[in-house]
Antibody
């Protein structure tokens, strides 16, 4: 059973770049037809889909965050990463990584999730 | 931008049937998914492709979709089903993924 674990700084200063890594265990990140996703959730609020990456490097981002988001994959380390630039307090949230599987129509949905990591944007 | 609309809250007594709705213009053409999130935990998929139940999810959880509305039904809701429930889908292009605003289910 694949497991995902987020890691990275818990505190980021405003205007800086938030960087998180998701380590995948229990399977190779490059095997199978999977996308690897990031989702976030501000305290007391709903889920917001950030984006995802295929192991080929193909990406799909939330249009509202696209100008600030970069998702990359490192198959040698079995990891994928999130970078969010020019952060503000509004980016304070629990960030989740997840694996996305294809449905019968060929579109993807998130199945396995990490436990989440809290990132606070504050000076 | 595309939106999925859910009621903020639903409340039922134990043993009753809980129904949580999700409306979206693209739902006639796109599948709906449902996630359960208990306090302090990561979301868990409870329904995929409108009505399919992942392994390990109790049979009391079911899903349906008709027109622009998808519905999560919990038949005989139990206290342990108290959680936030989120619907999830894509816009008509399939490129933009969205979550609904979430519905807090209270069972008491």
């Amino acid at each position: 059973q694949v497991q995902l674990q987020e890691s990275g700084p818990g505190l980021v200063k405003p205007s800086q770049t938030l960087s998180l890594t998701c380590t995948v265990s229990g399977g190779s990140i490059s095997s199978g037809s999977y996308y690897w996703s990031w989702i976030r959730q501000p305290a007391g609020k709903g889920l917001e889909w950030i984006g995802r990456i295929y192991t080929s490097g193909s990406t799909n981002y939330n249009p509202s965050l696209k100008s600030r988001v970069t998702i990359s994959v490192d198959t040698s380390k079995n990891q994928f990463s999130l970078k969010l630039s020019s952060v503000t307090a509004a980016d304070t949230a629990v960030y989740y990584c997840a694996r996305a599987l294809p449905d019968s129509s060929g579109y993807y949905y998130e199945t396995n999730w990490g436990q989440g990591t809290l990132v606070t944007v504050s000076s | 931008s595309y939106e999925l609309t859910q009621p903020p809250s639903v409340s039922v007594s134990p043993g009753q049937t809980a129904r949580i709705t999700c409306s979206g213009d693209a739902l006639p053409k796109k599948y709906a998914y449902w996630y359960q999130q208990k306090s302090g935990q990561a979301p868990v998929l409870v329904i995929y492709e409108d009505s399919k139940r992942p392994s390990g999810i109790p049979e009391r959880f079911s899903g349906s979709s008709s027109g622009t509305m998808a519905t999560l039904t919990i038949s005989g809701a139990q206290v342990e089903d108290e959680a936030d429930y989120y619907c999830y889908s894509t816009d008509s292009s399939g490129n933009h993924v969205v979550f609904g605003g979430g519905t807090k289910l209270t069972v008491l």
